[in-house]
């Protein structure tokens, strides 16, 4: 049935909670349809989502996430907003099918791999398709039945994935039938990941090491969330969701998450949600050190539909047809002004370019 909005609304004003609701596109489906959304299946060997509830609230009674002392974390901190950088990558819509672990694992290593190499613009963007349909299909996982992220995350390490453009995502099983033919040379692994327990830990990772993705309860309530700090106050359990936690505010007692539900859900894509709340603080996994394969990658028959510049020595971007923004190599001034050129001519002419890429940035252009 659809969610009675008015009744949640209540809800949160008998409870003094400080958030809103409000009609979107999930209160008008059925419950059904709505835990299609979700997609986070507790693994082997680890606490329901009742007992992870029951640790996450034990903790913060025990020792105030707010009030906690922390010798390294600010009291507030936003990956959005760094000194005005955002490293944070766009919001994106997983659809009806439960793959929210790849959504929430995918956007971690993304805004690691930004954070860490202090490249708010770098033009990331990993395939969510890749990572579910293909290594959690081995695995036995569909969108009906979700995944966790400790096997997500191995997959990132032992074999890697790769760029969007190699498996652009549509909603709904797949048996890893679109995946483009030289992935391996375009796959993005991490070197290694761990779990974190504690607040005072997750908010040192946050302010000096990059994003965490995260998994919490979700009640019928939260599919109206609109803006605010959430908490719980009405509505069944609807099932496991796994979301990338980009940061904190001790004032308002909350962590920032990026959902995997477009950005016209909630605020803008994004949530806040209450310490100790729905389970989401009882553990977290973070990417240890994310990096690019080594070996390049070759692009070819591109067409250059785009190009950037500003008002500084050799920086330039290109827009290549199916992959995205990609920054000119600022190696030598040499280098740079040949590879302009040539991209120049051919976005002029609509000429198809061979293009050399590392980590993002087009280390060789030329027109055959």
């Known amino acids: 049935m659809t969610l009675d909005v008015k009744t949640i609304t209540a809800a949160i004003r008998s409870a003094k909670a400080d958030w809103q609701s409000g009609e979107n596109f999930l209160t008008s489906m059925s419950l ?10 507790p693994g082997p060997g680890e606490p329901t989502l009742q007992e992870t509830e029951k640790a996450a609230k034990a903790s913060f009674a025990a020792k105030s996430a707010v009030t906690a002392p922390r010798a390294a974390a ?10 005005g950088k955002n490293y944070v990558t766009s919001v994106k819509n997983q659809g009806s099918c439960g793959s929210c672990v790849s959504f929430g694992s995918v956007a971690t290593v ?3 791999i930004r954070w860490r190499r202090d490249q708010p613009d770098l033009a990331i963007d990993l395939s969510e398709a890749h990572l579910f349909y293909c290594h959690a299909h081995k695995q036995g996982r569909n969108c009906g039945n979700g995944w966790w992220v400790p096997p997500a995350l191995d997959a990132f390490r032992d074999l890697g994935v790769s760029d969007e453009a190699c498996y652009p995502y549509v909603a709904g099983d797949q048996n890893c039938s679109n995946l483009c033919n030289d992935w391996q040379n375009r796959a993005v692994k991490i070197t290694a990941w761990h779990e974190v327990s504690t607040a005072s830990a997750m908010k040192d990772w946050l302010s000096t090491k990059g994003p965490l993705a995260a998994c919490f309860t979700v009640y019928d309530d939260f599919f109206a969330y609109k803006t605010g700090v959430y908490r719980h106050v009405s509505g069944a359990l609807a099932g ?5 936690c980009v940061g904190y505010d001790d004032v308002a007692g909350c962590w920032i998450c990026k959902n995997s539900w477009s950005d016209s859900w909630g605020d803008k894509g994004y949530f806040r949600i209450a310490y100790g709340d729905c389970g989401i603080d009882a553990r977290m996994w973070v990417v240890d050190v994310a990096k690019q394969e080594a070996t390049p990658t070759w692009l070819k028959n591109k067409l250059i539909t785009g190009l950037w510049a500003i008002n500084e020595k050799s920086n330039a971007a ?3 047809d199916g992959t995205g923004w990609c920054k000119i190599t600022a190696d030598t001034d040499t280098a ?4 302009l050129n040539v991209l120049s001519s051919a976005k002029v002419s609509k000429s198809p370019v061979n293009l050399r890429i590392e980590n993002s940035v087009i280390m060789e252009a030329y027109v055959f």
Do not use: K, M, W
């Not at 059904?32 to 299946?41: A, K, V």
């Open 74 to 83: 600010p009291g507030a901190f936003d990956l959005r907003n760094v000194g």
């Open 32 to 41: 059904d349809e709505r835990q299609l959304f979700l997609g986070y299946s």
């Open 318 to 320: 290109a827009y290549i």
């Open 240 to 244: 496991g969701h796994c979301i990338c």
């Open 336 to 339: 740079f002004l040949a590879i």
């Open 110 to 112: 993304e805004g690691t």
